[in-house]
């Protein structure tokens, strides 16, 4: 037996604990039979093609930290036909049941008012118009605009904000069987969303940053299959590195929105 020197012996070893290192990290713990169905990371300028929006004018891609990324810039120009989020951007072609969806999420400003000028406005943010509210959106089971539900993430919960809601030709209702008082957006920070979707069970559960404790959980969840996308009610933020695993994904052409 030649013998291996140790250094390249423990440069070895080094090599394949970082390696086994660098996929637990990527890989999230998935149901038997899930396999990756989309992924987005928004390096192509045709990656806007991917979506169909509530109003195209107010999504653009930009560079944050020299990383080009899916940008919400400011208000759309859309009447719902029942009370709900007015920034939508769903993933055309694809409709999912069951999945799980990672994605990055950096939680811009407070309406359009980048978040820094809008804090230099206020001695005490906290108590300023809005900044509970302050939130970023996560669409699910979209079937069309009056059926679908949507995860709201925001400083701070009420009957209407941090909530699990859903719109069924009606304006959206709260239906969150667990959730935690809020999330801190930060300033100019980036928050790793998990949303975790079973249509057997009739849940959904949604984890920030902890990928192992959900800090939203509801129960009962209708609308089995549908469209998946991002927005906001009416603030603004960043969106990067979307990846969705599921049992399968059902190709759908059908479009929304002028």
């Known amino acids: 037996m030649i013998p291996i020197p140790k250094t390249r012996f423990f440069a070895g ?30 390096k192509s300028k045709k990656a806007l093609a991917d979506f ?26 859309y009447s719902p036909p029942h009370r709900s989020p007015l920034n939508i951007a769903l993933i055309k072609g694809k409709t999912f049941g069951s999945f799980v969806l990672e994605v990055d999420i950096q939680q811009t400003g407070v309406k359009g008012t980048p978040i820094n000028e809008y804090m230099k406005q206020y001695e005490n943010a906290a ?93 009962d969840v209708p609308f089995e299959k549908g469209f998946i996308g991002f927005g906001s009610f009416d603030d603004i933020g960043y969106v990067d590195n979307i990846k969705i695993w599921a049992p399968e994904s059902s190709a759908r052409k059908q479009t929304f929105f002028k």
């Open 13 to 42: 070893l080094f090599s394949l604990v970082f390696c086994a290192h660098l996929l637990a990290a990527k890989a999230p713990d998935l149901p038997t039979g899930y396999s990756l169905q989309y992924q987005q990371s928004f």
């Open 52 to 77: 169909m929006m509530t109003d195209p004018s107010a999504w653009a891609l930009a560079k944050s930290d020299g990383n080009t990324v899916l940008a919400l810039l400011g208000a759309s120009d």
């Open 127 to 219: 108590d300023a118009p809005g900044y509970a509210h302050r939130d970023f959106c996560f669409f699910f089971g979209f079937e069309d605009p009056s059926h679908f539900m949507y995860i709201h993430i925001a400083k701070a919960g009420d009957n209407n904000a941090h909530n699990v809601f859903v719109v069924n030709e009606a304006p959206r209702t709260p239906i969150t069987d667990f959730r935690t008082l809020g999330a801190d957006w930060g300033v100019e920070e980036w928050r790793k969303i998990r949303i975790v979707r079973d249509i057997v069970k009739g849940t959904v559960a949604l984890y920030f940053d902890d990928m192992l404790t959900p800090i939203m959980i509801a129960d």
